[in-house]
């Protein structure tokens, strides 16, 4: 199925500002994470602390809505569905 990864700030120079993936029915945002930190050895580093653990500054959005990351990342995306990806941001 296919899914829709936008990246911002700084992941956007490191993935491209949007992408579609083909990943396996059912994958979870877990496992899409998983696979964009495989082939981007920069996004992996960026995004995964030395644990495998997604960094706290960041802040994901499926479909426009902001999810948790601890509670949501294991929950299956659909066909369509669209991930957002956003560094820490700064301003005043």
Do not use: H, W
């Amino acid at each position: 199925m296919l899914v829709k990864v936008l990246a911002f700030a700084g992941f956007r120079e490191i993935l491209g500002k949007e992408r579609e993936l083909e990943i396996k029915e059912a994958a979870t945002a877990k496992e899409l994470l998983a696979e964009l930190a495989q082939v981007s050895p920069r996004f992996k580093e960026a995004a995964f602390d030395e644990s495998g653990a997604l960094r706290d500054y960041v802040l994901l959005m499926i479909n426009r809505k902001r999810i948790d990351p601890i509670l949501d990342l294991s929950r299956p995306l659909q066909e369509g569905d669209e991930l957002a990806i956003f560094p820490p941001l700064a301003g005043g």
